[in-house]
């Protein structure tokens, strides 16, 4: 059975810094691209960053460019969000996410969201 | 960037009803659509891929359709664990999601 679980949310003042980790388990971690979503309290998904699957190429949303930092330990079947100069619109559940179904054309690649971890929230308040 | 359009914003229905939600993208995405299904305080859902394709073990009430610029999502008879809010998403061009479609009880 495929299990994403998060962990490492929590309160944090504007300007901190958080690490979120996502722990994988039952499928081939190694082999997927990862995601990270994320969703302000009573608002909808936004996509945050995306991994591919051995580390070497990383994409982010404009919001967090800079800010945040995706990584991955395959031999720990992990994956991070280093979080940054956290704002107070950072505020929301972080979800990591599997990419699934991935097909590449060319230097094109299309995969959506097949399994989601149950989330981590992360508040940013003084 | 492409900005993902849903409607209606909520839904009231009744169970046995069938219900179509509609998904227009600002440009055209061939076919690189899915939909979420998600619950308040759960983890978003998987439900349909590549704007028709069922995800293994979604109940086939459920169906997509759709191509270029505009989708539907259609439950062909609506049962009581199907209220929830529905998110279509764009995987053409990085990943957006549509607003959310809330379907509640009538």
């Known amino acids: 059975e495929v299990q994403l679980v998060e962990s490492g949310g929590g309160l944090v003042q504007p300007g901190g810094s958080l690490r979120l980790s996502c722990a994988a388990s039952g499928f081939s971690f190694s082999s997927y691209w990862m995601h990270w979503v994320r969703q302000a309290p009573g608002k909808g998904l936004v996509w945050v960053s995306r991994i591919n699957s051995d580390g070497s190429s990383t994409t982010y949303a404009d919001s967090v460019m800079g800010r945040f930092t995706i990584s991955r330990d395959n031999a720990k079947n992990t994956l991070y969000l280093q979080m940054n100069s956290l704002r107070a619109e950072d505020t929301a559940v972080y979800y990591c996410?599997?990419?699934?179904?991935?097909?590449?054309?060319?230097?094109?690649?299309?995969?959506?969201?097949?399994?989601w971890g149950q989330g981590t929230l992360v508040t940013v308040s003084s | 960037d492409i900005q993902m359009t849903q409607s209606p914003s909520t839904l009231s229905a009744s169970v046995g009803d069938r219900v179509t939600i509609t998904c227009r993208a600002s440009q055209t995405i061939s076919d690189w659509l899915a939909w979420y299904q998600q619950k308040p305080g759960k983890a978003p859902k998987l439900l349909i891929y590549?704007?028709?394709s069922l995800e293994s073990g979604v109940p086939s009430r459920f169906s997509g359709s759709g191509s270029g610029t505009e989708f539907t999502l259609s439950i062909s008879s609506l049962q009581p664990d199907d209220f929830a809010t529905y998110y279509c998403?764009?995987?053409?061009?990085?990943?957006?999601f549509g607003q959310g479609t809330k379907v509640e009880i009538k």
């Open positions: 590549k704007a028709s």
């Open positions: 996410a599997r990419a699934g179904g991935l097909y590449c054309i060319s230097t094109n690649c299309y995969d959506y969201f097949d399994y």
């Open positions: 998403q764009q995987y053409n061009s990085y990943w957006t």
